[in-house]
């Protein structure tokens, strides 16, 4: 990055705020229902984002009326996993200080929407109370870690789980400010290199991490900037493929912003992980663009630059050889909703839940009905990348009670789920979301029983694909990895992308454009038509 280039308002908030503080305890006390810009920019790296509720906007500005504005706080959960007094005191948070539902988000936490400033203190110093913590949740960070929730307990899945909680506490933010602003603490953040990791300026845009194996793909490894894919041979651990510059938001209009998937670097040995994390932090940090914030992802770096001057770059930050990369296998995604053995005589519970919401709903009592068998058969759980939650830990004998329980809240198992629904997923977008175009979260349901209609009359309703539905081009609910991606483009409009595959190994393309939601089943309908006389091998 040129020094000379004009750096971004962003860059300039994040330097002036002394390492995240800025201004936000004195507007956290006055009387104003929103923050200031600045602490606007803030609060992402304290894990919340401020909105306001998109359905009464418009109607409350021409009635003169100030917008009813809003706060979403999402936590940190390395790896998805929550002990049950930890999940059953979340349920209660959000019924105390947000709008009573707890939603998953594609990075195996949890998000909670509709609280008022005068709640957001109370809001995350409950979660920190609960051993949890919502500093970077969002922002110019390492993000959420992630590796399958699948709780096997085996050597490899039980290696990744602790990569991931390792990763986390090495990403994390070091800065006293967060525990000086919400938990009424003193600023440590005083003296000394406060983020050795990230420096004052912390990284030019968001960064994801994930780790994982081939035989599990279900977190979408390549859409990371940084994935550690874990080679074994003979059951004896190798060491890590790193794959770098994946990412999937862009924005409509502007072609040079794309999705990206990560492009295998090389190989490091067992003991090269934290090495590793520093040298591409280090690379985002010195050359990513801290001038367009939409073009500030590392992919940006790697598309650039191009893969060879990559992988000489990340090995002068390496300050070590970087080894060729060693074979890996075919990337599947298995399914774990519904029952699995988990390898110690227990099993766990893969419980689908409809775009991740966590509510009670006329005909399904999913807030309600997982409260009390998490709270009764006192079961830890592990959030999904696909917004789903499983139960875990239990007896053998406690089986048929669990499932029943579950049932009596009309609760849907897997094997009550049409494959098109337990494959579709959505993004949350309006009301609540500040950049949402379009629909995803309300319409997913209706649009899911209409899709299988279509499905059905082409004869493919059996059949594994992927739909994921997104609420404007930044990409949350992953559409661009999948098979098929319907991408809000404007209110009530879409666009819609083929071409990928369910195991997250293909980007799809964008085969049409602004097309209104009425028209996006008969759109469908002939692309399937389309897909079932021409198809081959390949996936839709």
Avoid at 266 to 281: S, W, Y
Avoid at 325 to 339: A, I, K, Q
Avoid at 452 to 472: N, P
Wanted: overall charge negative; proline content about 4%; charged content about 30%.
């Amino acid at each position: 990055m040129s020094d000379e280039k004009k750096l971004s308002k962003v860059e300039a908030i994040k330097v002036e705020s002394g390492y995240l503080k800025g201004n936000i305890a004195a507007e956290l006390a006055d009387e104003n229902p929103y923050v200031s810009d600045a602490s606007y920019e803030l609060l992402k790296f304290h894990g919340s984002y401020q909105g306001y509720d998109r359905d009464t906007a418009t109607k409350r500005k021409k009635a003169g009326l100030e917008k009813e504005w809003e706060f979403m706080v999402r936590m940190i959960c390395p790896g998805g996993f929550l002990t049950s007094d930890q999940y059953l005191k979340l349920d209660k948070i959000a019924e105390d200080f947000a709008n009573g539902t707890l939603r998953i988000t594609t990075r195996e936490t949890f998000q909670f929407h509709c609280i008022s400033k005068g709640n957001l203190k109370n809001h995350i110093k409950a979660l920190n109370e609960n051993l949890l913590s919502t500093l970077g949740g969002c922002g110019d960070v390492v993000r959420n870690v992630m590796c399958s929730p699948a709780p096997y307990k085996n050597a490899v899945q039980e290696k990744l789980f602790d990569d991931v909680q390792k990763i986390a506490k090495f990403c994390a933010p070091q800065t006293g400010t967060y525990h000086e602003i919400w938990l009424d603490g003193e600023n440590l953040a005083t003296s000394g290199e406060v983020e050795p990791l990230y420096g004052k300026t912390y990284l030019p845009r968001k960064f994801k991490i994930a780790v994982g194996v081939p035989e599990d793909n279900s977190v979408d490894l390549l859409t990371h900037d940084l994935a550690f894919i874990a080679i074994y041979e003979n059951e004896k651990f190798l060491g890590y493929n790193i794959c770098v510059g994946g990412g999937l938001g862009m924005t409509h209009n502007k072609p040079e912003t794309f999705p990206r998937l990560a492009t295998p670097i090389a190989f490091v040995g067992p003991d090269e992980m934290f090495k590793a994390i520093e040298a591409v932090i280090k690379l985002q940090s010195d050359h990513g663009d801290r001038g367009n914030r939409k073009r500030a992802r590392l992919k940006y770096v790697v598309a650039d630059n191009g893969v060879e001057w990559t992988r000489k770059m990340l090995a002068e930050y390496f300050d070590g050889e970087l080894q060729e990369l060693r074979p890996m296998g075919e990337f599947l995604v298995p399914d774990h909703m519904g029952w699995h053995e988990q390898g110690d005589g227990k099993w766990f519970l893969g419980v689908p839940v409809s775009s991740g919401r966590i509510e009670d709903r006329v005909d399904e009592k999913v807030r309600t009905g997982l409260r009390e068998a998490i709270g009764k058969y006192k079961l830890p759980v592990r959030l999904t990348s696909d917004q789903n939650i499983i139960l875990c830990d239990i007896e053998e004998g406690q089986k048929n009670d669990v499932a029943s329980d579950l049932k009596g809240y009309d609760i849907k198992l897997l094997e009550e789920l049409t494959l098109v629904d337990r494959n579709m997923f959505a993004c949350v977008s309006l009301p609540t979301c500040g950049k949402a175009l379009a629909e995803a979260e309300r319409i997913k349901i209706p649009f899911a029983v209409e899709l299988e209609k279509v499905m059905e009359k082409h004869g493919i309703k059996e059949e594994r694909i992927g739909v994921r539905l997104a609420g404007c081009p930044n990409g949350c609910s992953r559409p661009y990895s999948t098979e098929i991606g319907i991408v809000g483009r404007t209110p009530d409009n879409y666009a819609i992308f083929i071409g990928g595959d369910f195991e997250g190994t293909r980007l799809n393309f964008k085969v049409l454009d602004r097309v209104p939601y009425a028209n996006l089943l008969d759109v469908l309908d002939l692309l399937f038509e389309k897909y079932v006389a021409d198809r081959s091998d390949e996936a839709f």
